[in-house]
């Protein structure tokens, strides 16, 4: 034990720490998407996963037999389902030592199935995430932090007239965002223009409660994640959004895919941008919160002002991007110095130093992602679906199955993709479902924010690899319940 509580001392000695860890870390989710490549940096890393997106081929993915549940209502759901599971209840004690779960998310009912396995949740508090996850709680924590939103003002909006009342006296103007406390930004962001935009929407603004209502600006969306450790605040490279592009996603509104390009904003947006985001980290860390946080920030194209758009207080859709990029494999991924901070192990690193190497555009190499949902509104069953691995694209814009891999640095060229399949034969395929992440070098988007022509045949070229047969049934399944973010 004394050796274990020595003081690491530099990253050379973190990277070695976690190169012979002996005690069993698993992260337990829908899929192993989000914390992709871990299992290469740490010893004893497992995914147990609800979806096999490999076909029992990845070494360290473990995916139980189906067992009857209810229907799942969250990814929090799935999560509670696996830690009950028998399957996985006997890998965990086969295995032995003190088993360390992380999650993408998860509630009160999951930290107490942890502690009956004898495990610990390397997170904070599912309480304290669920405070500071709250979208009015973000602009307040922003405010103390100095890092501000964009114009609004938080109130309860009973109906269209009320809302215009308090936008005129607020000086928003007439053309309003609106969005509610929790949810996927996707299904809880409203776009309101006049009064039948409110009536399209007013069931779920009316019993949001308290909600944020801002002016609407002309923005691009970006998205920067960090960790809030006890020697301060990790910040990683500010990168672009894909957002509602309709062949990719059927929400407005709805995240697609990210590109992390050294040039992607000017060095005065993302210096403010790294700015912005460690003042808020230290912020968090006032507020109790400390670990893996993405902010997503709103540029005003008009006035290149930086606001803070949202907090999500967990790894995210982007961590596999911050995670596999240059500076990461040069120095450590981020997600290493969140496992750090819950290990209780001393440590001592120079964060501005750190920081300040990270910033370098030099070590930011050129690549994007893009996540591929069912964009019609029809239900039918998948009877074939495109494998994991290495695609090649074809001169004639066709795309096909080179070979198998579970990691994009085997994609050689902008010609070659890895993707990640979701929904395999059997599942049901409906709006908004998804289909599988596609991951590239290069671009996705050119400099006007629109999908390149090689993204665009991607995006084809792969939904040609899903076939499916009409239902046969008298009326089709209700699906509501699957409507929920799962990456």
């Not at 019609?376 to 074939?384: A, R």
Request: glycine share 6%; net charge negative.
């Amino acid at each position: 034990m004394a050796t274990r509580r020595k003081k690491l001392k530099n990253l050379s000695e973190i990277r070695r720490f976690f190169h012979r860890n002996e005690e069993p870390i698993y992260f337990v989710s829908a899929t192993n998407f989000n914390l992709l490549g871990l299992d290469e940096w740490v010893k004893n890393f497992k995914y147990i996963n609800y979806i096999d997106c490999y076909d029992g081929a990845h070494p360290n993915v473990f995916c139980p037999d189906e067992h009857p549940h209810a229907e799942f209502q969250s990814i929090e759901d799935i999560n509670n389902y696996l830690l009950e599971h028998k399957q996985v209840v006997d890998l965990i004690e086969d295995r032995g030592g003190k088993p360390r779960l992380v999650f993408l998310m998860f509630d009160e009912r999951t930290e107490a199935l942890a502690k009956e396995l004898g495990a610990e949740v390397w997170f904070p508090k599912a309480s304290l995430r669920n405070r500071v996850d709250n979208k009015i709680e973000t602009v307040r924590i922003g405010d103390k932090a100095g890092v501000p939103s964009v114009p609004n003002t938080l109130a309860e909006v009973p109906d269209f007239k009320t809302l215009m009342e308090i936008a005129e006296a607020s000086g928003l103007g007439r053309d309003l965002v609106l969005q509610s406390a929790y949810g996927d930004s996707g299904h809880t962001t409203f776009f309101i223009k006049s009064e039948a935009d409110f009536r399209k929407h007013q069931h779920d603004i009316v019993d949001a409660g308290e909600i944020k209502i801002m002016k609407r600006i002309n923005c691009r969306g970006s998205a920067i994640e960090a960790c809030a450790t006890k020697r301060g605040t990790i910040v990683g490279p500010l990168m672009t959004e894909l957002v509602g592009f309709p062949s990719l996603t059927p929400y407005r509104g709805g995240w697609c895919g990210n590109e992390i390009f050294a040039n992607a904003f000017s060095r005065k947006t993302r210096e403010k941008a790294r700015e912005y985001t460690y003042r808020f980290g230290e912020q968090l860390r006032k507020e109790g919160y400390r670990g893996y946080f993405e902010l997503d920030f709103l540029i005003d194209q008009r006035s290149r002002e930086i606001y803070l758009g949202e907090l999500n207080p967990r790894i995210t859709g982007a961590s596999s991007m911050t995670n596999h990029a240059a500076f990461a494999h040069a120095d450590a991924p981020l997600f290493l110095f969140h496992l750090l901070e819950f290990s209780g192990i001393p440590f001592e690193l120079d964060i501005d130093e750190l920081n300040e190497r990270w910033a370098d555009k030099d070590n930011i190499d050129d690549w994007c992602q893009m996540v591929v949902k069912h964009t019609d509104d029809s239900i039918d069953m998948i009877t074939e679906a495109p494998r994991s691995g290495i695609w090649r694209m074809h001169d004639d814009g066709s795309v096909e199955y080179s070979r198998f891999d579970y990691h994009r640095r085997a994609v050689e060229s902008e010609r070659e993709a890895f993707f990640l399949r979701i929904l395999k034969p059997g599942d049901y395929r409906y709006e908004g479902a998804d289909l599988g992440i596609l991951v590239t070098r290069g671009r996705a988007m050119d400099d006007k924010f629109a999908l390149t022509e090689r993204s665009k045949k991607w995006i084809k070229g792969m939904r040609r690899h899903f076939k499916g047969r009409a239902l046969t049934e008298a009326a089709p399944p209700d699906l509501a319940e699957h409507q929920f973010k799962m990456l």
